[in-house]
């Protein structure tokens, strides 16, 4: 409305202007007579109203935040009315995801038969899990198989400080999919408008949640609107959102299990000239824990190695190469670390192959001095299957290694430095989740909630300690045990900067370790 009024200004404008230069030519003067001063009141004139647009313009928009996104990620769709080409062929694994989804697919393609039986067609569906899953690529092929509108947004967009911008947002975006129906709006990041609401129900962010309820709650049974949500946290979620009606299926989207990795590899090398000497079930073992988004970065990166090296395809050294790019992050071209810190990185990561090696934790496929994004070096460590659950020695021995890096700058040098810090933050998360979520403390068998863990902090931090502590002793005692190994394999690293999981396994044969003494 208010771009209409300042449109109509900019014409009377316009118009007044041009009647002032008219009138000077009308009355016998030539353009060239026009006074300076008529020309400085037409200038300002125009001028001011310019102003005012581009101001009006650089407010918050009321236009709703699925047009912006949309734009951003129309690679997937067609040009015609938003609707995606992505089908359910281009989602890999899942399996059981999709099952569930045919019966909503049935709703959309065939509502007049859900009508006629007097069934209520599931408004909301919630996708939760961790990032990177698939969970839009989903959303959008529940979009193309019933080829009906896609509208995308993310909640954080409609997160506004100023009152009623983000809920005028939501009526916007709900408009548009009631016209174009049969849609799918798919609100990515729900939680950061639909999380728990304050006993002060009236800021901003409320009033949103509550449009989104209202509009949920409001369409006519001809139309056909699914709304499907994304959250990597339910259980921050306000119950209204939750309630029958609303968002009543929720469905979890996890990381893909080997074979799933092995399909979403297939979906992203189809179009790839691969050598033959990759194995893509070996590839998809090699990749335990990585999520969907992550392998399809990895074959993308491959294909931009292959070409950087001027290769005629991708091979398995690609693969590698991009694997530990994903993981360890950028190669830094001609570092400049000190010989001195070379040579304590290379004793710690020894410390965390050696005691990787002896506790038989993960496979190790590489270790290297060659920095990396942030990292002076890093062990590339695999499980060598899938695993659900981990035992409580598992977990110790994870903790082990983490802090196996440190025990060895320790046992070498005699002090310590801050390259743990990474170590150490991973190794407290499992030790917290060990007390609070798994029952393995002296605590007992109990959960505790994070909104609680403020008044048994005492408590809890004294498990943690002890977990830590006595993981570090171990850690300590078996670099000490193995300390002329730990030394053959810095060496190593001194030498040749990287070494491979087979030439780790080499090491231990040929050097025959004392390490049956210290497990
Ligand atoms: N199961 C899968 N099959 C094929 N490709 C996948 C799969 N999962 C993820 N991908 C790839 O990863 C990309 C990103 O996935 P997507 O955006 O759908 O994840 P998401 O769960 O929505 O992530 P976030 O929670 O971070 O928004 C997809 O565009 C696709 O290329
Ligand atoms: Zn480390």
Redesign the pocket.
């Known amino acids: 409305m208010k771009k209409k009024i300042t449109f109509l200004i900019m014409i009377v404008c316009f118009a007044f202007s041009s009647f002032l230069v008219y009138d000077k030519c009308f009355s016998g003067m030539s353009l060239n007579n026009v006074s300076s001063g008529d020309r400085l009141f037409v200038w300002t004139i125009t001028l001011i109203v310019l102003i005012y647009y581009l101001r009006l313009d650089s407010k918050p928009s009321l236009v709703p935040a699925s047009f912006s996104s949309e734009k951003k990620k129309t690679d997937d769709m067609s040009s015609e009315n938003n609707k995606p080409s992505v089908s359910f062929k281009?989602?890999?694994?899942?399996d059981e995801v999709k099952e569930e989804l045919k019966e909503i697919i049935d709703f959309i393609n065939n509502s007049e038969k859900y009508n006629k039986m007097g069934a209520k067609i599931p408004r909301g569906v919630l996708f939760y899990g961790p990032?990177?899953?698939?969970?839009?690529?989903l959303a959008k092929a529940v979009a193309g198989e019933t080829n009906s509108t896609f509208l995308y947004a993310s909640g954080s967009e409609f997160v506004e400080k100023y009152v009623g911008v983000g809920a005028k947002r939501v009526r916007t975006l709900f408009e548009k999919a009631k016209k174009d129906a049969p849609s799918i709006v798919f609100i990515?990041e729900i939680d950061a408008i639909g999380s728990k609401r304050n006993s002060d129900s009236n800021n901003e962010k409320d009033q949103t949640l509550n449009q989104l309820l209202v509009e949920m709650d409001g369409f006519y049974r001809s139309q056909t609107v699914i709304v499907i949500g994304?959250t990597?946290r339910l259980d921050l979620l306000d119950e209204a959102l939750l309630r029958p009606g609303r968002f009543d299926r929720h469905i979890y989207?996890g990381n893909?299990n080997v074979k799933?990795r092995k399909e979403?590899f297939g979906?992203?090398t189809k179009d790839k000239p691969l050598d033959a000497s990759i194995d893509i079930e070996d590839l998809a073992r090699k990749t335990h824990g990585f999520?969907?988004?992550q392998l399809?970065n990895i074959a993308n990166e491959a294909a931009i190695i292959a070409v950087r090296n001027k290769k005629k395809v991708i091979d398995i050294n690609d693969f590698n190469s991009a694997i530990e790019r994903v993981v360890a992050g950028l190669e830094v071209k001609n570092p400049s670390v000190l010989e001195k810190e070379r040579v304590i990185v290379a004793s710690h990561e020894a410390g965390h192959a050696l005691v990787g090696k002896i506790l038989n934790v993960d496979m190790i496929q590489k270790v290297s001095i060659v920095p990396r994004g942030q990292a002076l070096g890093y062990v590339l460590r695999v499980p060598d299957e899938d695993r659900y659950l981990l035992t409580k020695d598992e977990l110790y021995s994870k903790i082990k290694v983490l802090l196996a890096g440190r025990a060895a700058e320790y046992v070498v040098f005699g002090e310590i430095t801050t390259g743990a810090k990474d170590d150490l933050t991973k190794a407290t998360e499992i030790a917290q989740e060990m007390v609070c979520s798994y029952g393995m403390s002296s605590l007992g068998n109990i959960s505790i909630k994070e909104q609680y863990m403020q008044y048994a902090f005492a408590k809890i931090d004294r498990e943690v300690k002890k977990i830590l502590n006595s993981c570090y002793d171990e850690a300590l005692k078996i670099v000490q045990d193995n300390k002329s190994m730990l030394t053959i394999i810095s060496q190593y690293l001194l030498d040749n900067e990287n070494m491979t999981g087979d030439e780790l396994d080499y090491i231990f044969e040929q050097n025959n370790p004392s390490h049956v003494l210290a497990t």
């Open positions: 281009d989602v890999a694994g899942l990032p990177g899953t698939g969970k839009t690529l990515d994304a990597n989207v893909p799933a979403i979906v992203h999520s969907g988004a399809a």
